[in-house]
């Protein structure tokens, strides 16, 4: 398949890479849409990867095209179960800790799959996540409605 992988810091190129298997628990996307987060500047610009070399992208869309039963039930640390998902020891994320989405394939987590409705195209699917980042924010801001909210992204 094709990728857009940050090789090294400040080096990004579009390379045949190796096409992901999912595993239990995970199913394996065709992306159709993937943006460029923040986030991903430092990355490629600042040595801010954990490993090189990697492939990212969080905010994606596409198809289902196979996946993996989990049979097996995980055990949910003490951070995850009251809501501290970023302490948690296994914290992994996809396009940081875990290949992501700027390829023809990425594997996920099956629970991570979010099924919509298909009249809504690639493009806005995709940014689904940074728009739930955004009203997460105003959320915890303790927003009751009503009131005008601004959202800068």
């Given amino acids: 398949m094709k990728a ?7 080096d990004v190129q579009y ?18 849409c993937s943006g ?3 986030s991903d500047i430092p990355r490629v610009l600042h040595n801010g990867v954990h490993f090189y070399p990697i492939v990212l992208g ?18 949910v640390s003490f951070n995850c179960q009251n809501g501290n998902f970023s302490l948690c020891k296994h914290y992994s994320f996809i396009g940081s800790r875990e ?25 806005q699917a995709a940014m689904f996540e940074p ?11 303790d927003y009751q409605g009503g009131q005008y909210v601004a959202v800068l992204g």
């Fill in 58 to 75: 969080h905010e994606f869309s596409g198809d289902v095209v196979n996946f993996s039963y989990s049979w097996f039930f995980a055990i």
């Fill in 131 to 141: 728009a739930t980042v955004a009203i997460h924010g105003v959320f915890q801001n």
């Fill in 15 to 32: 390379l045949d890479y190796e096409e992901p298997t999912p595993g239990p628990g995970e199913v394996k996307v065709k992306v159709k």
């Fill in 36 to 38: 460029i987060c923040g």
């Fill in 99 to 123: 290949q992501g989405s700027n390829a023809d394939y990425v594997v996920i987590p099956e629970q991570n799959a979010v099924v919509y409705d298909p009249g809504i195209p690639y493009e």
């Fill in 4 to 10: 857009a992988v940050v090789c090294a810091n400040e």
